[in-house]
């Protein structure tokens, strides 16, 4: 069965940083684009950052130059390193795998809390 679960948040201080990791299994994980996301405050979520399975990698505005996502496919992991953090990056981030070809399917993890506060 396909499992996708998150690590590594918690509480930091504004300026401090984190890096969360999520791990996937029972997929092929090379073949899956993988992205970070936090709930908007209607039904969808936003994304943070996502990397493609050929490594390209996207980024919400918010948070260019701060975070940086990387993936090693060899421990079917991919990473969100969060520097210079700010209280407004606090929310529940969810990691979500995903492929359109050969067939659309993606899968989300259950969350991990960020919070930044003073």
């Known amino acids: 069965q396909v499992q996708v679960v998150e690590s590594g948040g918690g509480l930091v201080q504004p300026g401090g940083s984190l890096r969360l990791s999520c791990a996937a299994s029972?997929?092929?994980?090379?073949?899956?684009?993988m992205g970070w996301y936090v709930q908007g405050p209607g039904p969808d979520r936003d994304m943070v950052a996502r990397?493609?399975?050929?490594?390209?990698?996207n980024y919400a505005n918010s948070v260019k130059g701060r975070f940086t996502i990387s993936r090693d496919n060899a421990k079917n992991t991919v990473y969100l390193q969060m520097n210079s953090l700010k209280p407004e990056d606090t929310a529940v981030y969810y990691c979500?795998?995903?492929?359109?070809?050969?067939?659309?399917?993606?899968?989300w993890g259950q969350g991990t809390q960020v919070s930044v506060s003073s």
């Open positions: 979500r795998a995903s492929q359109s070809r050969p067939y659309l399917n993606w899968y």
């Open positions: 029972g997929i092929i994980f090379s073949d899956y684009d």
């Open positions: 990397i493609s399975s050929d490594g390209s990698a």
